[in-house]
């Protein structure tokens, strides 16, 4: 699973940045009640340190953004992370990859510019997806661009990634697999060694 600490507090919520007092109560009950310990939907997911480490992070977000100030300060520091992301999108935006066949792309380790590539390929635009998957854009861009930082958790992101495929009608057991290569072989060069 991602790390939490990587995720906003907006996302770890799964709230809109103009989300009302009252979603954000609503939100933070509802985190505590999928990540607790009589869920069945995560109970199998999460062991005992990354059910404490949610939670912590859950209570995090929701005393940041339940208070004016803080989360005034910290949409700040969010504003300046996206800005960052939009520039490196922007600039790579320039530069269209090459696109491998399928069968390549399948083969092993599969990455957001090849997804990206197979898609142009296949005339489908990225706000298309959003628009018929319901996935979040910026989620999107950040798969396509390998921008694993600015991903959701990965049970999201494997929900994520199957509903892209199957939407463009591939193979989506093949791709997730190939896209989490990728991704685990991130979180393994990311991880300090001891």
Excluded at 3 to 9: A, H, P, T
Excluded at 12 to 25: D, K, S
Excluded at 79 to 99: F, L, M, T, Y
């Amino acid at each position: 699973m991602k790390r939490f600490s990587d995720q906003n507090y907006y996302e770890i919520l799964e709230i809109p940045y103009r989300a009302t007092w009252g979603e954000i109560q609503k939100a933070y009950e509802l985190a505590k009640k999928t990540y607790g310990s009589d869920s069945i939907a995560s109970y199998s997911l999460f062991d005992q340190g990354d059910r404490a480490l949610i939670f912590k992070k859950i209570e995090e977000a929701y005393q940041t953004l339940i208070d004016q100030e803080k989360k005034r300060k910290y949409d700040e520091s969010l504003a300046q992370a996206v800005e960052e992301v939009a520039q490196r999108i922007a600039s790579s935006a320039q530069e269209a990859p090459a696109a491998p066949s399928q069968e390549e792309a399948l083969s092993g380790e599969i990455t957001g510019k090849t997804l990206k590539g197979m898609r142009e390929r296949q005339g489908v635009s990225l706000q298309e997806i959003a628009d018929r998957t319901r996935i979040n854009l910026t989620y999107l861009l950040s798969i396509e661009e390998d921008n694993f930082r600015t991903l959701p958790a990965e049970v999201y992101l494997r929900s994520y990634i199957h509903q892209y495929a199957k939407m463009l009608q591939w193979d989506p057991n093949k791709i997730l697999e190939g896209y989490l290569k990728t991704y685990q072989r991130w979180q393994k060069e990311k991880t300090p060694s001891t």
